[in-house]
C-alpha cells in the first residue's frame, strides 16, 4: 500500500510520539479514501506537548477569585493565630466594590462566626456605611490585615500581619475598588508602615499603591473606638462626609 510505504520511510526519523501521531493521521486519511470518515472527530498535534500544557498551566493560575482566596486563608497556618481561631474571616462583600473597607482583625464574634465586622463595631460600621449610601451587600467589601483573631484582642504581632499581607493585597488586586476606607490605628500603621498616630493621619485623602496600582484611601477611626469614646463621633461624621463627596465626584457629581 502506499500509505504503508509513506509511513515505513518517514518513521526512521521520528520519535516514538511522532509515530504514533502519524499512524493515527494515516489511518484517518485511509479511511476517509475508502469510505469517507464516519467516526469520532480528533485533533491532531505535531509539536511538543509540553508547551500546550504549559499553556494551561499559565491560564489557570490567572483564573484567581475571591473565593479562592478565602479558601487559602481558611486552611493558612502560617503564624500562630491559625492554632488559636475557631474560625478564619477572609473578608465579605461585592465583588466589583465603590469602596473597600479595611480593619483591624477578627474579634469574638467574627472568629465564632467566621465573617468579618459582625459584632457591635461592626453593626456600628453597617449603619456608618449607610448613612453615606454604603452597604457590604451592594457596593462595600469589607476585610482585615489580619484574618484570624489575636488572643485576648491583644493587637496583632508585626509577624502576624506580615504572614497575612499577601492575602489582603491579592484581595485589592482582584477586587479594584475605587476607594479604600481604613478604619483604625492598626490598619493604617499596617498599611501605610507608619507609627504615626490616627489623630493626625484621619480625614485626610491620601494614596495606597498595591501591584503597581494607586488607590485613593481615606483612614478614619474604628468603630470600637467610637464605642468607647463618643468624642470620636463627630470627626468620624466628617470623615464619613468626605468620603461620599471623594465618590459623588469619582462618580461624575451625581
Known amino acids: 500500500m502506499i500509505v504503508n510505504a509513506v ?5 526512521i526519523y521520528m520519535t516514538q510520539a511522532e509515530k504514533q501521531k502519524t499512524a493515527d493521521f494515516l489511518d484517518l486519511a485511509l479511511d476517509f479514501y475508502t469510505c469517507g470518515y464516519r467516526g469520532e472527530k480528533r485533533e491532531y498535534d505535531f509539536e511538543d506537548d509540553a508547551p500546550s500544557a504549559k499553556k494551561s498551566v499559565d491560564s489557570a493560575d490567572k483564573h484567581e477569585s475571591i473565593e479562592k482566596i478565602a479558601e487559602e486563608i481558611r486552611a493558612c497556618y502560617n503564624c500562630q493565630l ?3 481561631r475557631t474560625n478564619a474571616a477572609p473578608g ?7 469602596v473597600m473597607v479595611i480593619g483591624e482583625g477578627p474579634g469574638a464574634d467574627e472568629d465564632a462566626q467566621g ?10 460600621l453597617d449603619k456608618m ?5 454604603l452597604s457590604r451587600n451592594t457596593n462595600c467589601f469589607i476585610a482585615n490585615v489580619v484574618k484570624c483573631r489575636p ?22 488586586t482582584l477586587l479594584k475598588p475605587k476607594f479604600i476606607l481604613i478604619a483604625g490605628r492598626i490598619a493604617m500603621q499596617t498599611l501605610l508602615k507608619t507609627t504615626v498616630a490616627i489623630g493626625k493621619m484621619r ?3 491620601t494614596e495606597l499603591t498595591v501591584g503597581g496600582a494607586s488607590y485613593p484611601l481615606l483612614i478614619t477611626y474604628h468603630p470600637a473606638a467610637l464605642l468607647r469614646n463618643e468624642d470620636l463621633k463627630r470627626p468620624a461624621w466628617e470623615d464619613l462626609k468626605l468620603l461620599r463627596s471623594k465618590l459623588e465626584e469619582l462618580n461624575g457629581g451625581s
Not at 456605611?129 to 449610601?133: E, K, P, V, Y
Open 7 to 11: 509511513y515505513l520511510t518517514y518513521t
Open 82 to 84: 491559625g492554632k488559636t
Open 92 to 98: 465579605e462583600g461585592a465583588l466589583q466594590p465603590l
Open 115 to 124: 465573617r468579618p465586622f459582625v459584632g457591635k463595631a461592626g453593626q456600628l
Open 129 to 133: 456605611l449607610a448613612s453615606i449610601n
Open 151 to 172: 488572643p485576648n484582642n491583644r493587637d496583632p504581632y508585626p509577624e502576624e500581619t506580615s504572614a497575612c499581607a499577601h492575602f489582603l493585597e491579592r484581595q485589592i
Open 203 to 205: 480625614g485626610k485623602i
